[in-house]
């Protein structure tokens, strides 16, 4: 579905893009998604030599659960010293937290095509166990403990 968008960004930028075709949800379960993209980058960054790509120039981007996977294997790979240290993340309408679907910008865009709030929330649920049964206490806010949401409000809140 990305081949057009993925010769076009190489295209553009002279850059030498690898597309990961990483398992879905809900066949696949999380960290399926996750270990999928991580291996990939990893593997990449280790032979890079063999594609000729220089090691001061590689980036993982991705868009919304694609996003999500992007940012994670940023994060994962950031401490190691045995792997060339990544450029750049970029990330196109991220999906980066499941703490809280009320927060304005989900209110101001709940009726905007194509992503809406609802089905953010069952998209989250389909990634992480497959089962969309609890999808009203995810919307509602009432799948987290109060405690952590105390713990986080200073990053996930309206304010």
């Known amino acids: 579905t990305h081949e057009k968008l993925c010769r076009a960004i190489a295209r553009e930028s002279d850059s030498v893009v690898v597309s990961v075709g990483y398992r879905l949800a809900p066949e ?14 990893r593997h990449f960054l280790q ?5 000729g ?69 069952f998209y989250v649920l389909q990634y992480l166990n497959g089962n969309a049964a609890n999808l009203e206490e995810v919307l509602e806010g009432s799948h987290i403990p109060i405690d952590i949401q105390l713990n986080y409000q200073k990053w996930v809140s309206p304010d």
């Open 28 to 41: 696949h379960k999380y960290p399926a998604a996750y270990e999928d993209c991580l291996n990939a980058t």
């Open 47 to 51: 032979h890079l030599e063999l594609y």
């Open 53 to 121: 790509v220089d090691p001061a120039r590689v980036t993982v981007c991705g868009d919304s659960a694609g996003g999500n996977l992007a940012a994670a294997v940023s994060q994962t790979l950031a401490g190691r010293s045995d792997l060339p240290k990544l450029r750049a993340q970029i990330l196109i309408y991220p999906g980066l937290q499941a703490l809280d679907f009320n927060l304005p910008s989900y209110h101001q865009n709940r009726g905007v095509p194509l992503l809406f709030r609802e089905r953010a929330a």
